[in-house]
T-cell receptor, first 112, second 113 residues
Framework: DAKTTQPPSMDCAEGRAANLPCNHS???????VYWYRQIHSQGPQYIIH???NNETNEMASLIITEDRKSSTLILPHATLRDTAVYYC?????????????FGKGTKLSVIP | DGGITQSPKYLFRKEGQNVTLSCEQN?????MYWYRQDPGQGLRLIYY???????QKGDIAEGYSVSREKKESFPLTVTSAQKNPTAFYLC????????????FGPGTRLLVL
């Protein structure tokens, strides 16, 4: 299994960029990196995913290193509503089905 | 509105009773999943179904059962054999079994009295 390592918590000032790191040093060549976030007592919300290239959508940017052993999720202008637990996940193939394994994630607190 | 609905939001159960959690989706997704989340922890996979009338055990299937008689519905039964059922239960779906993005419902919090 390609496990991920994330810092347990981070703070970010409102309006500044939030950069959330993730290590996945055992990732295989065809495994995608996914990011989800979970606001307290709600279901996880999909943010973005990528394989090799950097990706950007309306919510965030995903920067994946060339060796694919780590990645960074960037929220360009953090707001108070971005306070949540952010999960970095390497999607794995198991018994013919792709599965997501959620760790404890990073608790991001956006400070006014 | 398209999406995944779970009901109820809160559910109370007496010890020794079975209870069924509902999950419905109108996204026309083939695959559906059930996860359990304990306080301060990540999600753990209970069961998943890639197609109607088929389902597979996840990492923590003991004490749980599921059915998939309709594409849009994937109910989870927490049986009396589940020794620690108090948790937050999350249902998800994805377009197919090819590894597409999973989308989650709002969750059901189960409390054992």
């Amino acid at each position: 299994d390609a496990k991920t390592t994330q810092p347990p918590s981070m703070d970010c000032a409102e309006g500044r960029a939030a950069n959330l790191p993730c290590n996945h040093s055992t990732i295989s060549g065809n495994e995608y990196v996914y990011w989800y976030r979970q606001i307290h007592s709600q279901g996880p919300q999909y943010i973005i995913h990528g394989l090799k290239n950097n990706e950007t959508n309306e919510m965030a940017s995903l920067i994946i290193t060339e060796d694919r052993k780590s990645s960074t999720l960037i929220l360009p202008h953090a707001t108070l509503r971005d306070t949540a637990v952010y999960y970095c996940i390497v999607r794995r193939l198991r018994a013919g089905s792709y599965q997501l394994t959620f760790g404890k994630g990073t608790k991001l607190s956006v400070i006014p | 509105d398209g999406g995944i609905t779970q009901s109820p939001k809160y559910l109370f159960r007496k010890e020794g009773q079975n209870v069924t959690l509902s999950c419905e989706q109108n996204l026309n997704h083939d695959a559906m999943y059930w996860y359990r989340q304990d306080p301060g922890q990540g999600l753990r996979l209970i069961y998943y179904s890639q197609i109607v009338n088929d389902f597979q055990k996840g990492d923590i299937a003991e004490g749980y059962s599921v059915s998939r008689e309709k594409k849009e519905s994937f109910p989870l039964t927490v049986t009396s054999a589940q020794k620690n059922p108090t948790a937050f239960y999350l249902c998800a779906s994805s377009i197919g079994q090819g590894g597409e993005t999973q989308y989650f419902g709002p969750g059901t919090r189960l409390l054992v009295l």
